[in-house]
Nanobody, 127 residues
Framework: QVQLVESGGGLVQAGGSLRLSCAVS????????MGWFRQAPGKERTFVAG????????AYVDSVKGRFTVSRDNAKNTVYLQMNSLKLEDTAVYYC????????????????????WGQGTQVTVST
């Protein structure tokens, strides 16, 4: 059974940085495109960033471009989200997810297309 475990969330002041990690076990990590999503209270879960199996292609929502960087280490079965210049509106629970489609060669943004999810980690940005 594939399991995803996020870590690295916490409380940070606006303008600060955090690095989230997502460790994947129980599957072949290098076969998955990986995505990061977030969900603020009362809002839908939305795509933040994603990375293809090889790490060669990344995608970001416009609001985090230039501030967040997604990366992966296939030897460690881990995907990362480096978050810099954090803003109040970045406050949310952050989830990682794995897309196991064998035929898809690109990052998708729809939550329904991801097969496995982590439990989430809280990121709170304060003034």
């Amino acid at each position: 059974q594939v399991q995803l475990v996020e870590s690295g969330g916490g409380l940070v002041q606006a303008g600060g940085s955090l690095r989230l990690s997502c460790a994947v076990s129980g599957g072949t990590f290098s076969r998955y495109h990986m995505g990061w999503f977030r969900q603020a209270p009362g809002k839908e879960r939305t795509f933040v960033a994603g990375i293809t199996r090889s790490g060669g292609t990344t995608a970001y929502v416009d609001s985090v471009k230039g501030r967040f960087t997604v990366s992966r280490d296939n030897a460690k079965n881990t995907v990362y989200l480096q978050m810099n210049s954090l803003k109040l509106e970045d406050t949310a629970v952050y989830y990682c997810a794995a897309d196991g489609s064998p035929s898809r060669g690109f990052v998708v943004r729809a939550t329904a297309l991801y097969d496995y999810w982590g439990q989430g980690t809280q990121v709170t940005v304060s003034t």
